[in-house]
């Protein structure tokens, strides 16, 4: 099975910061990787689909990036509504396997 | 709209079943692999099982394989749960998923979910 590893487990930054979540896969899952936003109390919503491809109406501020085992999400400018809990998820191969989660928390 | 509508989740005893059921429109839903996923309390995002369109490709969890079985119904636009043999870890709720196929896939929309709780 495919092991997925999300860095940090929660971050603090402000309104108006550039972050960084990192997702590491335990083997090459080549682009077969998607992000999620979850808000507390809501399902989780697709942000990136094949790693860098942004879902349709989500902000542009999102971006994500890389192949292989190693992948980025970032987020150019939070905003107040960012501040949630986020899940890369690799769709190379069954079981379906997510990253553990990166909460975003508000400084 | 493309929307998902969980129901069945309850309040269960170990070693008890329960079903789930996730009810679709806004899409074809006969076209389209469906999912469930689960989420602990205060935990991460858990893949369960997948159903393909038709039916004939199913995969599940090792940690739900032979208690947990996942059916559907397109004329009914509806997929299934079936969950036996219940422990508390299963306690948690259920989301349903449509699965986005291309090239690649990804899981789009998901349902509001449902939450199964295992105590005795």
């Known amino acids: 099975d495919i092991q997925m590893t999300q860095s940090p487990s929660s971050l603090s930054a402000s309104v108006g910061d550039r972050v960084t979540i990192t997702c590491r896969a335990s083997q090459s899952i080549r682009s077969y990787l998607n992000w999620y936003q979850q808000k507390p109390g809501k399902a989780p919503k697709l942000l990136i689909y094949a790693a860098s491809s942004l879902q349709s109406g989500v902000p542009s501020r999102f971006s994500g990036s890389g192949s292989g085992t190693d992948f980025t999400l970032t987020i150019s400018s939070l905003q107040p509504e960012d501040f949630a809990a986020y899940y890369c998820?690799?769709?190379?191969?069954?079981?379906?396997?997510f990253g553990q989660g990166t909460k975003l928390e508000i400084k | 709209q493309v929307q998902l509508v969980e129901s069945g989740g309850a309040l269960v005893r170990p070693g008890g079943s329960l079903r789930l059921s996730c009810v679709a429109s806004g899409f074809t839903f006969r076209d389209y692999y469906m999912t469930w996923i689960r989420q602990a309390p205060g935990k991460g995002l858990e893949w369960v099982s997948y159903i393909s369109n038709n039916g004939s490709t199913i995969y599940y969890a090792d940690s739900v394989k032979g208690r947990f079985t996942i059916s559907r119904d397109n004329a009914k636009n509806s997929l299934y749960l079936q969950m036996d043999s219940l422990r508390a870890e299963d306690t948690a709720v259920y989301y349903c998923a449509r699965e986005v196929l291309s090239t690649l896939s990804w899981f789009d929309p998901w349902g509001q979910g449902t939450l199964v709780t295992v105590s005795s």
């Open positions: 998820q690799q769709s190379y191969s069954s079981p379906y396997s």
